[in-house]
């Protein structure tokens, strides 16, 4: 009977003691960094893939590697009307590996793959898109999300834009968002979640229905941030972003800047947010 009793504290009780605490922050820093700092799409087996550094004109290499990215070989290629890599492209894997694949040809282009990059389908330019930088997402039930860039009359400041595809590329629905950058995807609980950032703004949006409607929050911070992150556990949202506060070093115009993560929560979907704290120390 002990036995019994011991074996149950450790498959049920424990587990939901712990779980129970919610997330910690070692753990939404190292989500934090997977999200960012490896870049390249990850297959269920752990390789990955990427485009080149540099190419172009009318096909785009696929590159993949099997050992954590300490080398590189190109698997397939993607044929595409024109590009070249200064106008940016993207990869996605789900958790199906199945291939997503997105490129500025002056307008947006979109392909994919159902073998692990060797052979592609033939690359669909998104209906009224002409921009740069794409970025691609599609969540847990197929529905297909690209954001790209465009410059209002060549200035700096950049209009984001967003297409939506519920039947793998056929059909798209397509608007204009607002200016900004450092845009994210996340997913949870058939939620998906789109942040961005402007300056001193970070814009919180989430669909509930594959991107049919979206509701956005705002969330301002003292200074500039960039690269936002979203995680949600049990109801409750985790944002992470890199910000920085000024200090002397700052003001030196030669001076580089010092950017710190920082997380903040909320409880009622992005309204209000609560305890701003810094997780590093730069």
């Known amino acids: 009977m002990k036995k019994v009793v011991v074996l149950f504290l450790i498959f049920f009780i424990l587990p939901a003691w712990r779980w129970g605490r919610g997330i910690s922050n070692s753990q939404l820093k190292e989500e934090y960094e997977n999200h960012f700092l490896v870049r390249d799409a990850k297959d269920t087996k752990g390789n990955l893939y990427r485009t080149p550094k540099l190419y172009g004109g009318t096909e785009v290499p696929i590159e993949e590697s099997v ?15 024109l590009t070249y890599s200064a106008w940016g492209s993207a990869l996605f894997v789900n958790k199906k590996d199945n291939f997503y694949f997105v490129c500025s040809s002056r307008s947006i282009q979109f392909s994919k793959s159902a073998d692990y990059g060797r052979r592609w389908s033939t690359a669909i330019t998104i209906p009224g898109s002409k921009g740069y930088n794409p970025k691609i997402f599609v969540d847990s039930q197929g529905t297909t999300y690209v954001v790209w860039y465009q410059s209002v009359r060549g200035q700096i400041v950049r209009d984001i834009y967003l297409s939506v595809s519920q039947n793998g590329g056929r059909d798209w629905k397509t608007e204009r968002l607002r200016q900004g950058s450092s845009i994210s995807f996340t997913e949870s609980d058939n939620t998906v979640y789109l942040s961005y950032v402007k300056e001193k703004t970070l814009y919180f949006s989430y669909t509930r229905d594959r991107g049919k409607t979206w509701h956005t929050e705002t969330f301002g911070f003292l200074v500039p941030m960039k690269d936002p992150y979203v995680k949600v556990y049990r109801g409750k949202v985790y944002l992470l972003f890199q910000g920085y506060k000024p200090d002397l070093l700052n003001i030196v115009p030669s001076s580089r800047v010092k950017y710190n993560l920082f997380l903040t929560t909320s409880g009622d979907m992005g309204k209000t947010w609560k305890g701003l ?4 120390n730069n």
């Open 277 to 280: 704290e810094r997780l590093t």
């Open 67 to 81: 050992n954590g990215g300490k080398s590189w070989q190109e698997i397939g290629k993607v044929s595409v009307s």
